[in-house]
């Protein structure tokens, strides 16, 4: 039922409206004037005043035509990865890409996308169906900072799905990990490095001793840690006083988050003690975990979307955080689903028409499906 030349069109559109993370303003408006004209009550919260970005979330909310059905939300955001001003996008052989010299934008304009279409054709269709939300985020790829500065009392929907991940459509991301960063400072005590070493402490080896002793990379099929960013010293002769060190572990699995975590602050403590420096570690975390089971009713209703449109469901635990991991930890059971697009936060990036179809496509039958208990 949907126009697929008319949904081509608007995806063109949005790739061309620059949105990189923190200059969210003109897709903002743009997005507010095509919601409204849905028929959305489209409100923007005040997240932009604690994020400092160009805009804040739109919260829009679309009455139902059916009384006592559930209320459901999905969920996109608005913003880019760099580079992503001046996208200049062409259509070959069943794909839209960038010229090369920019990323595309389909992530997540793509879900967008999806979405304008889903609905605009259930409402051009007079297809019944209960109240839906759009939470429409800015500052997901700067750490999910929209969603988290999001004020949980204006969601207010049953439950949800993200049209926001990689992969073909049909996969539903069921399982997906928390994330924890550990920002370490090493205070060290400088010395000339020739003429008198032994009354330095170094805080390069001070941190490196402490990252030998971590578990790093694949810790198990739930778990994962890394190191990415290290900075320290000022010139070849000076033994370091000062080093920075930032890490972060991710799990599916609270407890194992937390013994990950416990293993790399240890390992910083230790080191420092050991060779008579001093270290302050910032411990937070990101967003928080979710995983639901294929007899819960969010993933229920997505499995039944996808056959509805003709694919395959494939229940997917993933390793990485989307402002489905914020949502669903205020309690709203949310689902994170593939829509497509291939090689994301790249100058390769492109978006399968076929999937942009498909994932329109399931936002009506996600609608569809949602609105009986």
Not at 8 to 33: A, H, M, N, W, Y
Not at 328 to 338: E, W, Y
């Amino acid at each position: 039922m949907i126009n697929e030349q008319r949904l081509l069109d608007e995806f063109l559109e949005l790739v061309q409206t620059d949105s990189e993370t923190g200059e969210e303003r003109t897709i903002c408006e743009l997005l507010k004037e095509k919601l409204t004209a849905l028929g959305f009550h489209v409100t923007e919260d005040d997240s932009a005043k604690q994020t400092g970005h160009g805009a804040g979330n739109l919260i829009a909310n679309l009455e139902g035509t059916m009384e006592g059905a559930p209320r459901i939300y999905f969920t996109s955001h608005m913003d880019t990865v760099s580079p992503g001003k001046g996208i200049k996008p062409a259509v070959e052989n069943g794909w839209v890409v960038s010229d090369g010299s920019t990323i595309l934008g389909s992530d997540d304009k793509a879900g967008l996308a999806a979405l304008l279409e889903g609905i605009r054709t259930v409402r051009e269709h007079q297809l019944p169906y209960g109240p839906v939300q759009l939470i429409i985020t800015a500052g997901e790829e700067s750490g999910l900072v929209g969603s988290k500065a999001l004020d949980p009392e204006l969601i207010r929907s049953d439950f949800g799905f993200a049209m926001d991940s990689n992969g073909p459509v049909g996969h539903i991301i069921t399982s997906a990990p928390s994330q924890v960063k550990i920002f370490a400072k090493i205070y060290g005590r400088a010395a000339h490095a020739g003429v008198n070493p032994e009354d330095g402490v170094s805080a390069i080896q001070v941190a490196s001793r402490a990252i030998a002793k971590m578990p790093l990379g694949r810790i198990d099929d739930e778990t994962t840690a890394n190191i990415g960013q290290f900075r320290g010293g000022t010139a070849s002769n000076v033994v370091s006083e000062y080093a920075e060190v930032l890490a972060e572990a991710r799990s599916r699995n609270e407890a194992k988050l937390k013994k990950q975590v416990d293993r790399m602050v240890e390992a910083y403590e230790k080191a420092a003690e050991e060779l008579g420096a001093r270290v302050e570690l910032d411990v937070d975390v990101m967003y928080p975990a979710f995983q639901y089971e294929e007899s819960d009713p969010v993933v229920q209703k997505a499995v039944a979307a996808v056959k509805k449109i003709g694919r395959q469901p494939k229940l997917i635990a993933s390793g990485g955080g989307s402002d489905a991991n914020v949502i669903a930890g205020h309690g709203i059971p949310t689902v994170n689903l593939g829509v497509g697009y291939e090689n994301i936060h790249t100058t390769s990036e492109r978006m399968p028409i076929e999937e942009l179809n498909k994932a329109a496509e399931l936002v009506v039958a996600l609608i569809d499906v949602s609105k009986e208990q």
